[in-house]
């Protein structure tokens, strides 16, 4: 996507979101895991090349609002590593996660500062967040 094609990549993307406070919470969680992101992003003197940001979120409405009443309820689903009880795993459940994806082309820069590529690219990726945040 370019910065020209990314609010109509957006709309389309969060398309399936037809209650409308449903599309403000999912928005709200994206543009938190992307201020998240962007604060990794300063701290760390990375450089980055192809990376991607990869947003999910449920688009079942059912599942979506069952989800949301769980979390209100505290029943999500925390993750917990225990190596011995691995019987009775269970994978928690969230209604939207943005990870930052791709890093064939990614290396450490100690002494470079935080990467002044990547950071305008994901600022741009949240103005546009909050321009459907309304």
Do not use: W
Not at 15 to 31: A, E, M, W
Not at 41 to 65: I, K, N, P, T
Not at 101 to 106: V, Y
């Amino acid at each position: 996507m370019t910065s020209e094609t990314l609010p109509d990549g957006f709309t389309t993307y969060l398309s399936s979101l037809k209650n409308p406070t449903h599309k403000r919470l999912i928005v709200q969680r994206l543009i938190a895991d992307v201020e998240a992101i962007h604060a990794m992003l300063q701290q760390h003197e990375v450089r980055m090349y192809s990376a991607s940001l990869l947003f999910v979120y449920e688009g079942d409405a059912v599942a979506l609002e069952n989800g949301i009443q769980e979390e209100a309820r505290e029943e999500v689903i925390e993750e917990e590593v225990d190596e011995e009880d691995d019987e009775d795993e269970r994978i928690p459940q969230y209604i939207s996660k943005t990870k930052l994806i791709d890093f064939a082309h990614a290396r450490f820069c100690p002494g470079d500062g935080p990467d002044m590529n990547v950071l305008p690219g994901v600022e741009k990726v949240l103005e546009h967040l909050k321009m459907m945040n309304v």
